[in-house]
């Protein structure tokens, strides 16, 4: 990602063992001519070779952690100058309200962050994981809006398209269980 500040982020093969071959991906900051480390605290991977950190105008970060690797357990925010980031969505936490679906849905299988502004409002992806039908449905778009801490659907599978046609997302993970 780049920002209106000259920064960029940028995903890295990292070469642990000096044989000539990536053997993980991180993102970097690269700002002022030089690269940082990108770091949120109490985590310890918040990038990989398919989830970027996302860095707004006013400095803050989105992330995810991916510490264990796939799929994203959480997806956090770190305001610019903030000790501690908020975590804003969770795998197993209940269906934002109000839950696009009936039933009993919790958070399955998350993907982002997506976009990032400047007034701290990030988009991701998520299935959904009907817990007592024991069925998971792909998948939805949604936005956290920072400034009430609410989550709405923007979008799902098969929605139409202002454009006409309907929407048709590319990930999708069928399960019978989620353990």
């Not at 969505?89 to 998350?110: E, N």
């Not at 990032?116 to 817990?131: I, K, W």
Request: aromatic content about 10%; charged content about 15%; some cysteine.
């Amino acid at each position: 990602s780049f920002n209106n500040r000259s920064e960029a982020i940028v995903s890295v093969g990292v070469d642990a063992n000096g044989d000539g071959i990536a053997d993980y991906f991180s993102d970097f900051l690269y700002s002022g001519g030089t690269l940082a480390t990108l770091t949120a605290p109490g985590l310890t991977k918040i990038s990989n070779s398919d989830i970027h950190v996302l860095r707004n105008n006013n400095g803050g970060m989105a992330f995810a952690d991916v510490s264990n690797g796939e799929p994203v357990n959480t997806i956090w925010v770190l305001p610019s100058g903030a000790s501690s980031a908020t975590e804003i969505i969770g795998a197993r936490l209940a269906c934002p309200t109000p839950c696009p679906l009936a039933g009993s849905q919790v958070i399955y299988r998350l993907f982002g962050p997506l976009a990032f502004d400047d007034a701290g409002n990030v988009a991701f992806e998520a299935s959904l994981y009907n817990t007592q039908a024991n069925t998971s449905t792909c998948c939805f778009l949604f936005l956290y809006y920072a400034s009430d801490g609410s989550i709405v659907k923007v979008a799902s599978d098969l929605d139409g398209t202002p454009i006409g046609g309907k929407f048709g997302f590319v990930e999708g993970y069928p399960v019978t269980e989620l353990t």
